[in-house]
């Protein structure tokens, strides 16, 4: 949409993907035909999810590299083998997501779904059924784009972090292989809302696991966010004006 066009960050990072021209559909040609010698199980197991756009996504993620893009995509299809994420049912989620730690809510401005993470009001200890109500929360996230749109915003609220409520490291690092790995290119933005300096102490243990484009993607807001602060003006051009009802 022209709204898109006068995004403040680049379209093309944060909102949508490149236009479709025909070296696009020749190099996702190639890489089917790659994966599909390379991987022939996985890719008829999860046909219906690997489509073109799907495969596209993989190439930008790994700069048009079909090999590197190759094992990238083997190790998500793995991972959906064992999550199966789009057959988890919305019912099957109701006690993991009954206090709201990670719900989706609704559409910012650019027609991005909002998906808040707060880990302070985590009411379970299963790291695996948080994982998969992760997982589940992603995919219905990917499945309500409005094309030409096709990332996700992540609101993540840290005000109350501490060691008490910090994720145990296996689910840090699923979490990071699912939006780096499993779902890349799916992020526009994902916004660390008033991180204590914890956050960032423990944030800077797991940064190495994240692929640099992903982090080009993060933003820390810390101090003042009131009516026509530097962090409001800078939230109601990521997210829109009415940024603290959509976050809730």
Not at 140 to 165: E, G, V
Not at 174 to 180: A, K, V
């Amino acid at each position: 949409g022209s709204a898109a066009e006068e995004a403040p960050f680049d379209a093309l990072v944060h909102i949508r993907g490149p236009e479709w021209d025909v070296h696009w559909r020749e190099d996702v040609g190639r890489f089917r035909q790659l994966m599909v010698r390379q991987h022939p199980d996985a890719m008829q197991e999860h046909s219906e999810w690997v489509t073109d756009e799907i495969l596209r996504k993989f190439l930008i993620a790994r700069n048009r590299r079909a090999e590197l893009a190759a094992s990238m995509l083997a190790e998500a299809l793995k991972w959906r083998s064992m999550r199966r994420p789009g057959q988890i049912r919305a019912h099957e989620m109701e006690e993991e997501s009954r206090t709201g730690k990670l719900q989706c809510r609704g559409k910012d401005k650019w027609g991005r779904p909002i998906l808040i993470f707060d880990n302070t009001v985590q009411n379970t200890d299963d790291v695996d059924e948080n994982m998969r109500c992760l997982a589940f929360l992603l995919e219905f996230a990917s499945r309500s784009f409005s094309p030409p749109t096709d990332k996700y915003l992540i609101f993540m609220h840290l005000q109350n972090f501490s060691f008490f409520n910090n994720p145990p490291m296996r689910s840090t690092r699923e979490t990071i292989q699912m939006l780096c790995t499993c779902y890349p290119e799916h992020l526009g933005h994902c916004v660390l809302f008033q991180g204590p300096t914890l956050f960032r102490t423990v944030f800077a243990t797991v940064k190495a696991f994240i692929d640099p484009k992903t982090v080009g993607k993060l933003l820390f807001i810390n101090g003042d966010c009131s009516p026509s602060t530097a962090n409001d003006r800078l939230l109601s051009d990521i997210i829109g004006p009415e940024w603290r009802l959509l976050t809730g």
